[in-house]
């Protein structure tokens, strides 16, 4: 569930998790002001936990090495021909 940041008619700000499909609060679940949902610029996309590697969803032609093997030789061969 996606997390809101709504502000208070005070001016604090308070974060709460709600569906996408619920409609906006009007009023603070703990103070009773108004409130109104504040657009913020934060990561859509957070990973939280042990970690996220590349090679978690790496492609299957990749795993054999073809592409960093040709890499090296074409670095080799120009250095040996600049010689």
Do not use: W
Not at 15 to 34: A, K, S
Not at 36 to 59: H, M, N, P, Q
Not at 61 to 68: E, I, L, R
């Amino acid at each position: 569930m996606p997390t809101y940041v709504y502000r208070r008619e005070d001016g604090t700000t308070f974060e709460i998790e709600q569906r996408i499909t619920d409609p906006p609060l009007t009023h603070c679940p703990t103070t009773g002001q108004r409130v109104e949902r504040i657009i913020t610029g934060s990561a859509g996309l957070i990973f939280k936990g042990s970690g996220f590697y590349l090679t978690d969803y790496a492609r299957k032609g990749n795993s054999n090495g073809s592409n960093g093997s040709k890499a090296k030789s074409e670095t080799t061969s120009s250095e040996s021909t600049s010689n």
